[in-house]
């Protein structure tokens, strides 16, 4: 059977939703981080098959970049949840209301 | 040269007013006395009297037709297709006014320096003062309508400024509002009066309206109308039934400015209203009888209750309203002349009588009421005679000034074709009250034992000298007017455009008759009152007798009472309301709800601000959703 | 040449452990299941022809980011992950995921209509022209170090910045002030 790349996009839409659906949902904040790197994955995904749709390179040499500034992200988030422990003495993400008025 | 007759006065109140205003007001500045301001003051209203003068030379010289001096000032109001010019006119009429005016007052003007001497404000005074004399010249000096009610405007307001002179005191601050508020009624009436005249004739210049008026009435202009609406606002101006009760309050000012303004000027800018328009009243006899109707009845009312008063000034003040009422009356009869003819001679005696009652209440140390004074005769001698001298030409005494115009107006009344018997007899019982009461006042005051508390001494010369040069005028004022020679009527003929015609059957015999007629009965009167309160006791039973009718002419009628009740209450009662309901209830609220509104708004928006990231999260979610929707919607 | 079969299968999976990543309960089992979905992943890519980016994928992702995460799980602890898998109430719960199926079909719907979805463009680089070059690895690097060389660079930057700051925060307190 044919492949449509509109299959692709949707594939990748639905990864992203799944991640998305999950940061609203979870209160801990490691399981957010990693529905992050859901939802970079999924638009990494998007950028893969636009360059296959499209026959054009530029579409991988985004996503390898992607890749690489998201694992930043990542480590950057991880050490912030850590002293967020340290101060916190837990991950829970309900009681962080700094931003309320 | 016609402005000058303006601008000195005026600019006497400049430079007082600054002055005051910068230097005098200030704390701890050293206040002047009266005597430079006053001076200052005399010296401006000195200077207009002085170009007055050389006016009425000037018109003099000129034949009689034409005696006319126009200065225009400056171009006014130009819009569409009204224009006017500010200009000023000097004629007959308006100079007559001018020599009295500024004459009279630069004597008040000295009687102040001595009146006002421990005042604090002097300043304050003599720069109202001042102004006062330049709006009252202007209004007389104005060639058309809007700029005489300029001036009629500005005497209004310096009227109120100097009744409440005093303003510390409430009840004189009120006397003053009174006054403005009072006035204010006629002016409406003057200014649609204004209106009616341009829509008719097209012109609001007084020689215009005077020459255009007939052929107006030919096209069907309401002139009994606008005769009557600019008599409205003669009775608000000069005090006739019923907008005459602001000026028996007007009394808690000053005594020289109740002289000035409320005996000799202000009072009969109506009288000149009258006269400038006379030839449109002549036209409508209806408005005719009304004023002389009214006149009349004012002369009659005020009379009567000018007998129930203790208080001087009071007494005055009633007596200068039934003498205006006099002077509508002759202005109703087709006798103009007549009226300013009694302006004038007015002006001498009823100022006299202020400025020497004035001078009994300085000596007096404040008291006003006749019935603690008495004996003063012997200590204040110079007040004494030229009292007495405004006394017997008021009362109608030949051959003092006031009997002629009193009696110029009685023949008039009598034999003109708008007048009647009827507006003579009311006259005659009015020239009848005018003898009592006045005789009443001056036994009261100067003869019989003394019954004063206070040493009595006699006033400085500044307030004695204008005394005397009153009381010559008083005496010899009249001769200008002699029936048979007339001068004053020739003078005046062509401005005013009046017939001498009377009514037929009446002969020319008749004028004599009715003058010895009046001459005896002004004598009758005075000698029986001075006989009647020769023994004050006699005086006091009589009163007890009739005291129902006593307390009622004491009471002025309750007029004032009535008003307040039907007018005044209710007026307030309603303004109340509407603030309570309406600006507070309604406006103010809606205006509150309007925040209210805010505050609310915000509260609710604040909600949304949990703090919490993924309920932000969410909410960009719907967005992006609703986005998406919206683009699908076109797209697919 | 596509395999449709290794694209539906790898996609499928791939959907179905990233949803147990996202809504798993034990946090380690999260983690596991984050590393399937990755491994998933670099399978799509495999057969969308992209495969450098399908190793790199299992490189960096599963083998180091989601190290990564299994450590500071581990430094932490299960124990003290209160609401692990709880959400955030069910009303929440339920708007959040009712908003994102809406905004899914929405998606679907506008790949499927458009052009963008359906069509497609012919550039140089079609799966011939790749193979005839030498492969995507060797296509792909010459770009990067070609004409992507200026963001090859600064995403180095960026990930020396990364580790810059990772460590700061890292430091014990009492050492900070002195370094």
């Known amino acids: 059977m044919k492949i449509d790349p509109w299959m692709v996009q949707a594939l990748a839409a639905g990864i992203f939703m799944i991640g998305f659906a999950g940061v609203l949902v979870r209160r801990n904040v490691i399981a957010m981080l990693m529905c992050v790197e859901l939802m970079l994955n999924a638009a990494n995904m998007s950028f893969v098959a636009y360059a296959w749709q499209h026959a054009d390179m530029a579409g991988q040499a985004v996503a390898v970049f992607v890749m690489a500034v998201a694992a930043a992200g990542a480590a950057v988030g991880l050490a912030i949840v850590v002293s967020l422990f340290r101060a916190l003495r837990s991950a829970d993400t309900g009681g962080i209301t700094l931003l309320k008025e | 040269m016609l402005a000058m007759i303006i601008v000195a ?44 003068l050389a006016g009425h030379i000037l018109l003099l010289r000129m ?42 007052g630069t004597l008040i003007h000295i009687y102040s320096i001595g009146y006002m001497s421990k005042d604090s404000t002097p300043g304050r005074y003599f720069a109202y003062l001042n102004l006062f004399c330049a709006a009252m010249l202007l209004l007389v000096l104005g060639a058309s309508m809007p700029v005489m009610f300029i001036g009629w405007e500005g005497v209004g307001l310096c009227s109120y400024l100097l009744i409440g002179y005093w303003h510390s005191d409430i009840l004189k601050a009120a006397a003053g509002k009174k006054a403005f508020i009072v006035n204010r009624i006629g002016d409406l009436g003057f200014v649609l009066g204004m209106f009616v ?87 409508s006899s209806g408005a005719m009888l009304v004023i002389a ?223 010895a007629s009046s001459a005896a009965v002004a004598a009758a009167v005075v000698w029986v009152t001075l006989k009647f309160y020769e023994k004050p006791a006699r005086a006091a039973g009589f009163r007890q007798k009739g005291r129902v009718v006593a307390d009622v002419l004491e009471n002025k009628f309750y007029i004032d009472e009535l008003y307040g009740a039907m007018l005044v209450r209710p007026l307030v009662a309603i303004s109340g309301w509407a603030w309570k309901k309406i600006d507070d209830g309604m406006i103010d609220s809606a205006v509150l709800c309007a925040g209210r509104i805010s505050i609310a708004a915000g509260a609710l928006a604040r909600k949304l601000q949990t703090g919490q990231l993924q309920a932000y999260a969410l909410a960009m979610l719907f967005g992006a959703l609703a986005l998406i929707g919206y683009l699908v919607h076109g797209l697919g | 040449m596509m395999n449709a079969a290794a694209f539906f299968l790898f996609g499928g999976f791939g ?26 992943f670099a399978g799509v890519y495999a057969a969308l022809g992209a495969h450098l980016v399908a190793v790199l994928q299992i490189f960096v992702y599963a083998g180091a980011v989601m190290v990564l995460f299994v450590f500071v799980i581990m430094i932490i602890g299960s124990r003290r992950m209160t609401g692990a898998g709880a959400g955030q109430g069910r009303f929440v719960t339920g708007a959040g995921v009712l908003a994102a199926g809406a905004a899914l079909v929405l998606l679907i719907k506008v790949f499927r209509g458009s052009a963008v979805g359906t069509g497609r463009v012919s550039g140089p680089f079609t799966a011939d022209a790749v193979a ?48």
């Open chain 3, 132 to 179: 005839a070059a030498g492969g995507n690895t060797r296509v792909l690097s010459e770009l990067l170090f070609s004409e992507y060389a200026l963001p090859f660079e600064l995403v180095t930057a960026v990930l020396v910045a990364a580790a810059v700051c990772a460590v700061t925060l890292l430091i014990p307190k009492r050492e900070r002030s002195g370094s």
């Open chain 2, 293 to 515: 109707g009214v006149g009349a009845a004012t002369a009659l009312f005020a009379g009567a209750i000018a007998f129930g008063q203790n208080d001087i000034k009071k007494i005055l003040a009633y007596s200068t309203i039934s003498q205006l009422g006099y002077m509508f009356l002759a202005c109703g009869v087709g006798a103009a002349g007549a009226g300013v003819f009694h302006v004038i001679t007015h002006s001498f005696f009823k100022a006299l009588l202020f400025l020497g009652a004035g001078s009994v209440i300085h000596a007096m140390g404040g008291e006003q009421d006749i019935r603690k004074m008495g004996g003063l005769r012997g200590a204040m001698p110079r007040t004494f005679i030229t009292f007495a001298a405004a006394w017997l030409a008021i009362s109608g005494i030949p051959p003092l000034s006031g009997f002629f115009s009193k009696d110029e107006i009685l023949w008039r009344a009598f034999s003109s074709p708008f007048g009647g018997r009827i507006f003579w007899a009311a006259g005659m019982l009015a020239a009848v009250m005018t003898a009592a009461y006045m005789t009443r006042l001056f036994s009261l005051v100067f003869l019989g034992g003394g019954r004063a508390s206070v040493r009595v001494h006699e006033s400085p010369a500044t307030m004695t000298v204008p005394l005397f040069v009153l009381g010559a005028l008083s005496v010899a004022g009249g001769f200008i007017g002699i029936p048979g020679m007339s001068a004053i009527g020739h003078w005046l003929e062509p401005v005013l455009g009046q017939t001498q015609a009377s009514r037929p059957g009446i002969g020319h015999s008749a004028e004599w008759v009715l003058l």
């Open chain 2, 197 to 283: 005249i341009y829509r008719h004739i097209g012109s609001l210049d007084f020689f215009a309206i005077s020459s255009g008026v007939s052929s107006a009435v030919g096209a069907g202009m309401p002139v009994v109308a606008a005769s009557l609406l600019l008599f409205a606002g003669c009775v608000g101006k000069s005090a006739q039934i019923p907008l005459y009760v602001w000026l028996p309050d007007a009394m808690a000012g000053p005594t020289p400015v109740s002289a000035l303004i409320h005996a000799a000027t202000m009072v009969t800018g109506g009288v000149y209203l009258m006269a400038r328009v006379s030839p449109m009243l002549m036209l």
């Open chain 2, 63 to 104: 034949p009689s037709g034409a005696r006319v001096i126009e200065q225009k000032l400056f171009g006014w109001i130009h819009a569409g297709g009204f224009a006017l010019d500010f200009v000023l006119r000097l004629d007959p009429l308006s100079s007559l006014f001018c020599l009295v005016i500024t004459g009279v």
């Open chain 2, 9 to 52: 006065p005026l600019a006497g109140f400049l430079l007082n007013g600054l002055w005051y205003f910068f230097v005098q007001s200030s704390r701890g500045a050293k206040k002047a006395g009266s005597t430079s301001t006053g001076l200052l003051a005399t010296a401006a209203v000195f200077l207009s009297f002085v170009a007055a």
């Open chain 3, 15 to 40: 959907l179905a452990f990233s949803a147990m990543a996202a809504f798993g309960r034990n946090m380690v089992g999260c983690a596991f299941s984050l590393v399937m979905a990755f491994f998933c």
